[in-house]
């Protein structure tokens, strides 16, 4: 299997490269060296003479992909061998739902749910189908500036189990710590936005799901990392396609898998590997994170969504001194190559996601623009 | 938006080229000039400076890139204006249940199916979960060799649905005619694997799914063509997002849909509009199976699984006179560039797929190989 080529971001300096800053909070940016070898590898795979769309999910050229693709994860990640690794289809969206479904017995049940944003809440929606669900604590009556204080959680007796969103993706909140439950009922984590972007304890949670296409791959796919004993005891009188042991019990390939976006997750976590694994991917975030975050803090035009201890590393929020300035400001951005920084219309303003493969090159130019804007007569 | 370049299957003869016969069920191969523009467009779509991958799910680049497919998708497949068209996750599979569970109101209800495989009995399977099923026929009792005869017909009274499956990939049969039923209950289809090889006539179907992965995408995405009335028809009281009415009603995009697998579809599309459309598509894939049929009829060594009025220009089952000479036959075929020929295991032998984009030459390349294989001294 052809490895990813560099520990680089980007393939190239910016200024001989036909690329922009592209800011998207999701689908979003991928590495360059994992584009490169896309674009070969779709035409012909490991010169099989098939390009990777076109292999079967049950031939040998998937096979090897696959296989790699879960070793590579599980290596990167750290995650212990209790746990299994699987892919699913239908967004985190179909998650909200399948969690109750499987693990949810009687209706009188209850579930522990933070809400900390548009994520959670979808899913405490859609766990109120299953159980009655207790929130846990939540930041709505502050539009979702910050994760609720510890002093403000009401936890109840014996919950199903605790949900949380890892990171607001929207709002531009993180979590700093796994919150832990009095009962040690099972954790699931929705990590769909800081899934892989630095070390994780995975022991400490039972099941935690993410889309690929923040920090991992394409939109299409959902990784499923979940204790076996949990997903062994999930319900069995569900459609086939619903229940998790399906898909962990087939290793991703009860029916025909999303093979593209696999394989790209696959060389996503290669090339993680030769970036020297989540540990220097934290530094980098972090150091990106910082350039911003600094710059805001010193800024008297620009104002963050997000209380300070509360911020997150992969999605940043904030906002000029009115609504006209921040539209000019989009505008004038992405005539500079800076794209896709309008905000989410729940918190207005901008949004500048910082994924794993966002190079710290656009972080400064993002800078250096605010500066000039900033300065701008208005 | 960039149209795809030639009317033609591959971009350059087989001599000149490093890919191989591709005769996998699924995922299938793809046109040529499709993936070309693939690889350019994964690096830098229009121009945008962001490649396809990366672009927001609602930012303008994407916004075409949907809205186009599905112009091209109605005016190819002449699909009429009070159909929606849209796009799903979970593959055919997960259609299996949520056909009974959208449509569905009451355990007691029955719902008619026909039993022509693997496909149709996973439907059967699936929708017993919800109500009770009517097996109008069968062919399980000669391995799916037919589609089953009319007389042996046996409808119920007044069924929820109708549902059957066009084309049988595994087994190779291929219904000639929609079936109809006395009660006018609504049609579903399962057309994934012929579903754009040929004219169809929408307006006798209520509801059809294909599975993109045949002949018109890669895996992971499920194109679904319905009668808007029955769409708004669903039940209610679902989870969001296992409603048709959710992807329907969002024009596909309620969550972050597969973007790339939509971009195929699209590309594909505009391939089969420059190919001449689907009754130019109809003529090539009958020219191409009938020169394997032809020939399969001719030969006293080689033999069919299916019976003569009941065969998938799709999917093409043979075998050789014995199971050592079929593994020879895989292996040698591999060697001479012929790839994926090796059948099922419910019917053993060999299964050759035959889907759009693949080429003529390679029909002819495979015949030759049959003569020179059948006059070897085994």
């Known amino acids: 299997?052809?490895?990813?080529?560099?520990?680089?971001?980007?393939?190239?300096?910016?200024?001989?490269?036909?690329?922009?800053?592209?800011?998207?909070?999701?689908?979003?940016?991928?590495?360059?060296p994992v584009l490169r070898q896309a674009q070969q590898d779709i035409w012909n795979i490991q010169n099989s003479g098939v390009g990777i769309l076109e292999h079967s999910h049950r031939g040998p050229v998937f096979d090897k992909v696959l296989a790699e693709c879960i070793d590579d994860l599980r290596e990167v990640g750290n995650i212990p061998a209790d746990y299994d690794i699987f892919f699913v289809q239908g967004g985190a969206s179909s998650q909200c739902f399948m969690v109750p479904m499987n693990f949810i017995r009687d209706k009188a049940q209850t579930a522990d749910y933070f809400n900390t944003g548009k994520w959670a809440s979808d899913s405490i929606k859609e766990a109120k189908l299953f159980c009655n669900v207790n929130v846990v604590a939540s930041s709505e009556a502050t539009n979702h500036d910050r994760i609720p204080a510890r002093d403000s959680w009401k936890f109840?007796?014996?919950?199903?189990?605790?949900?949380?969103?890892?990171?607001?993706?929207?709002?531009?909140?993180?979590?700093?710590?796994?919150?832990t439950h009095p009962s040690n009922c099972?954790?699931?984590?929705?990590?769909?936005?800081?899934?892989?972007?630095?070390?994780?304890?995975?022991?400490?949670?039972?099941?935690?799901?993410?889309?690929?296409?923040?920090?991992?791959?394409?939109?299409?796919?959902?990784?499923?990392?979940?204790?076996?004993?949990?997903i062994d005891s999930g319900r069995d009188d569900l459609?086939?396609?619903?229940?998790?042991?399906?898909?962990?019990?087939?290793?991703?390939?009860?029916n025909t898998p999303p093979t593209f976006a696999i394989y790209l997750v696959g060389q996503t976590a290669k090339w993680l590997k030769s970036f020297?694994?989540?540990?220097a991917m934290?530094?980098?975030?972090?150091?990106k994170a910082a350039?911003?975050?600094?710059?805001?803090?010193?800024?008297?035009?620009?104002?963050?969504?997000?209380?300070?201890?509360s911020r997150s590393l992969m999605n940043v929020t904030f906002k000029c001194p009115?609504?006209?300035?921040?539209?000019?400001?989009?505008?004038?951005?992405?005539?500079?190559?800076?794209?896709?920084?309008?905000?989410?219309?729940?918190?207005?303003?901008m949004r500048a996601s910082l994924y794993n493969a966002f190079p710290i090159e656009g972080v400064r130019a993002l800078v250096d623009f605010m500066k000039r804007f900033e300065s701008q007569k208005h």
């Open 282 to 287: 934290q530094a980098y975030n972090e150091e």
């Open 156 to 179: 109840s007796n014996n919950p199903a189990y605790l949900h949380f969103t890892s990171n607001n993706t929207i709002f531009g909140t993180q979590w700093k710590a796994i919150p």
């Open 291 to 309: 350039i911003l975050y600094d710059y805001l803090d010193r800024s008297s035009f620009y104002r963050g969504h997000v209380q300070k201890d």
């Open 186 to 230: 099972p954790i699931v984590c929705d990590m769909s936005s800081d899934f892989f972007s630095k070390p994780t304890d995975f022991s400490r949670y039972d099941l935690v799901y993410a889309g690929a296409q923040k920090n991992l791959g394409p939109s299409g796919v959902v990784l499923v990392v979940a204790k076996k004993s949990l």
């Open 322 to 349: 009115t609504e006209e300035l921040d539209k000019k400001f989009c505008k004038e951005a992405e005539k500079a190559g800076l794209d896709a920084l309008k905000g989410h219309r729940s918190t207005g303003g």
């Open 239 to 254: 459609p086939t396609m619903l229940k998790y042991k399906t898909h962990a019990r087939n290793e991703s390939r009860y």
């Open 1 to 32: 299997m052809t490895t990813v080529a560099a520990p680089t971001i980007h393939s190239a300096g910016k200024a001989a490269s036909d690329r922009v800053y592209n800011f998207s909070a999701g689908p979003g940016v991928l590495p360059e």
């Open 276 to 279: 020297g694994g989540l540990k």
